[in-house]
């Protein structure tokens, strides 16, 4: 599926894997599979096709040299090398979640790297990805633990060296929601220009696979991530071997959007057995004291003697002790061969893989480097009152999440949902309603085909003289007349009985939903056709408020996007699958990750919008009832109210709905006289039959509510019919024809429609939406109407 949601201008990056560094430790495992990796000798892309023919300054080969030394693999060199001869501070994009204590290869690996890449003039953005690891439940989703644990990794950083004049560390959250406008239709676009299967072989980025029992938020997570490179206008992006699957679909996407300039791609070496936060024992962390360094390097590393291949103690050695001091030395006693001082991996492998160097010697030497390392880390967390405090912190707040770790807990969101509506129990068992409030909950009530629940509305009723009632709708081409009539009947309704209704036009579910090619100008031009069409169709606008999803999600993206990312965490990917229903799909199709995306933004719009009542048809209830289970999972105690509406069938034989796609399928809010009469004369309507006739459910669900009455016209009278019940049995007797039951619809169908057709000929501001949708073909040839 292809939207075409409009998305920031190009940006020159990609993105760093935003989970946490999943380097190794010291316990002997199974060896995993690796992800297959592009070869370095891939084709050149265009953007680097300059490269071979540039003159190479000493200066930029220089800093080339310093900049690969950082990766193990980079995508690409020649564009690399053309980087930097054209821009002088390239744009580095790094990251990490805050999760836990951080291990030595997160800390001292990026340290490393970011030196390296500033020495080389670049500018380095370090992305602290908060909102990320609250998708990825870190620290139990709660957000305040994750921002502390983010200023201690900030902390870390400072103490062990790295230097910070060309650094920025960012936070997700905030820059996001500075400019959700830009981050946002991005984050969209990619989901619509990506299928769930592609998204899911990303799922080693949050140290998953896509077999496992996933989220919502997973598929979320990748989207986000794949943006973040292209938002922080990144032109390299350093991130290690395991994410690089989400930094390849940020390069797919530049070359789909025709963006310039690709982020390069430098991974760097992960370390070869999992390091684990889990598990204390297989890692070495930053604030580790000395004798927990020596503990688990003498005591509990796996160190096969002369097998270089799969040592992590060799790994530690090649990529961290060698990188800081550019030499090893091993001190021993002569007898086994006195004091030596290597200066590359190769001379260190030689002698251990000849037994010259003895695996007690290289623990010995490598345990004392690593508390060298680590020293000015432990000063400065005993001597500097700020960070000791924030190690206090840490320490204590992970003894509290440590049993929550793989749970989803009420999060500081669930306080926040709780007050959006009137605080009142939910059953309203043995309560006495006034006549008034009788009154208005039968007028609510009659807009159902199911009310869930009928209880809870007569308390909601009794307790709040004002309820919110949400409803919406995709602006997507022609308008049927159920959903012009319908929702013009039960939206007066709703206000009749004190209700104030907000109309959610859901610009950006169109484009999730590729209405209209998924461009923005035309749906919002459609969306503005819809609005006319109802306010000369009848609806009371005087309580009710249309509001566009762009817009209203825009301008308070630090309270919906949290909304959604937890509603997405909460439930798996069957669950939502499982809503398909409300975009028009089944599960069983092939889909786009904006079809996860989609339900959870459509779940969150009603705590959003503060709905205690969501009026919407049948088609929707999945989704409605996805709200209720997020009350319940929160421990909010009011549910929205669910009053959903029948869905009228198409006029012709055997279709189970209205199709925008098949003119014939239904009447439209445009449709001329003739129209209707040739579509209604045409429409499947069995004789004597009332199951399913499509004829007498136009009658039941808008005739009837319109007009409380059916007029029709027979040779020995009129007949007027006010109850559905007395025309059912007439038509089933044979005592009201299919001719004359065809000949009243039509008369009353008419009557509803032509105040709309009026409006449309007579003002401009009608007339000149009305030929902006026709240029944009929303309707067949036959259907152009007002020549």
Not at 142 to 148: A, P
Not at 333 to 340: L, M, P, Q, S, V
């Amino acid at each position: 599926m292809r939207c075409g949601i409009t998305v920031p201008a190009p940006c020159r990056a990609e993105h760093k894997r935003l989970g946490e560094s999943k380097e190794e430790g010291f316990i002997e495992t199974a060896s995993s599979s690796e992800m297959e990796a592009p070869s370095d000798n891939a084709p050149p892309t265009q953007a680097s096709s300059l490269a071979s023919k540039l003159q190479i300054s000493e200066e930029v080969e220089r800093r080339y040299t310093m900049i690969k030394s950082v990766g193990d693999q980079c995508i690409n060199d020649d564009e690399l090398r053309d980087l930097l001869s054209k821009k002088a501070a390239p744009v580095c994009y790094d990251g990490f979640e805050p999760s836990g204590k951080m291990h030595i290869a997160q800390g001292l690996m990026k340290i490393m790297n970011v030196n390296k890449l500033t020495s080389a003039g670049c500018r380095v953005k370090i992305w602290i990805a908060d909102w990320f690891a609250f998708m990825n439940n870190k620290l139990g989703g709660d957000l305040k633990k994750i921002r502390i644990v983010g200023e201690y990794y900030k902390e870390i950083f400072q103490a062990a060296g790295m230097n910070g004049e060309n650094v920025e560390f960012l936070w997700s959250s905030d820059e996001i929601n500075a400019r959700g406008d830009e981050y946002w239709p991005l984050v969209m676009d990619i989901a619509c220009r990506n299928s769930l299967a592609k998204i899911k072989r990303c799922m080693p980025i949050m140290g998953h696979s896509e077999t496992d029992e996933l989220s919502a938020a997973h598929v979320l997570y990748v989207c986000m991530q794949c943006a973040d490179p292209l938002f922080l206008e990144a032109d390299i992006c350093q991130l290690g071997m395991d994410q690089q699957t989400v930094n390849l679909l940020a390069r797919d996407y530049c070359d789909e959007t025709e963006r310039g300039n690709k982020p390069v791609i430098l991974s760097h070496h992960m370390l070869p057995t999992k390091m684990s936060k889990n598990d204390p024992s297989s890692a070495i962390f930053m604030d580790d004291d000395e004798v927990e360094v020596n503990r688990k390097i003498k005591k509990k590393a796996y160190c096969p003697p002369k097998i270089v291949e799969g040592n992590p103690c060799l790994e530690y050695v090649k990529y961290i002790i060698l990188p800081w001091f550019s030499e090893f030395t091993v001190e021993r006693d002569e007898k086994f061969g006195g004091n030596k001082t290597f200066n590359n991996f190769e001379d260190i492998a030689a002698d251990y893989e000849s037994d010259k160097l003895h695996p007690m010697d290289l623990k010995n030497a490598l345990s004392k480097a690593l508390n060298n390392i680590l020293q000015p880390v432990r000063d400065h967390f005993k001597t500097n009152n700020g960070a000791k405090n924030l190690l206090k912190q840490v320490t204590n707040l992970l003894k509290q999440v440590r049993n929550l770790s793989f749970q989803v807990v009420p999060t500081e969101l669930s306080s926040e949902m709780e007050a959006l509506s009137v605080n009142a129990p939910s059953s309203a068992a043995g309560l006495e309603m006034s006549e008034e409030v009788e009154i208005k909950y039968n007028i609510v009530r009659s807009i159902g085909e199911e009310c869930i629940q009928e209880d809870e509305l007569k308390n909601l009723l009794s307790k709040k003289p004002t309820p919110i009632c949400y409803d919406g709708f995709e602006p997507s081409g022609r308008m049927h007349i159920a959903q012009g009539v319908m929702k013009v009947t039960n939206v007066n309704k709703l206000t009749s009985a004190g209700c104030q209704v907000k109309i959610w036009i859901a610009d950006w579910f169109a484009q999730l939903n590729n209405k209209l090619g998924g461009d923005l100008e035309k749906i919002k031009v459609v969306g503005e056709y819809f609005k006319e069409i109802w306010q000369a169709g009848g609806m009371n606008l005087e309580k009710v408020a249309f509001l566009w999803a762009s817009e209203e999600i825009s301008s308070r993206g630090n309270k919906y996007w949290p909304l959604v990312m937890d509603i997405a965490r909460r439930n798996n990917l069957r669950r939502i699958l499982r809503c398909g229903q409300i975009m028009g799909r089944s599960e069983t199709e092939v889909l786009s990750a904006a079809q996860i995306l989609y339900p959870c933004m459509q779940c969150a719009d009603i705590f959003f919008l503060e709905a205690d009542i969501c009026q919407l048809g049948m088609d929707q209830r999945k989704v409605n009832m996805l709200a209720r289970e997020y009350c319940d999972d929160i421990k909010r105690k009011n549910k929205p109210i669910i009053l959903s509406h029948h869905m009228l069938p198409g006029l012709l034989e055997g279709q189970e709905k209205m199709s925008k796609s098949n003119p014939s399928s239904a009447i439209f809010m445009e449709d001329e006289e003739d129209a209707v009469n040739e579509k209604i004369s045409q429409a499947h309507c069995p004789l004597k039959t009332v199951v399913g006739n499509p004829c007498l459910e136009y009658v039941k669900y808008l005739v009837l509510p319109r007009f409380n009455e059916l007029v029709v016209e027979q040779n020995d009278g009129n007949k007027t019919f006010t109850s559905f019940e007395d025309i059912a049995a007439d038509y089933e007797s044979g005592e009201l024809s299919e001719e004359d039951l065809k000949k009243a619809l039509i008369k009353a169908l008419n009557i509803m429609l032509q105040p709309v057709r009026d409006h449309f000929k007579t003002n401009e501001r009608a007339k000149n939406l009305l030929e902006q949708v026709r240029v944009m073909k929303c309707f067949p040839p036959s259907c152009l109407w007002f020549d």
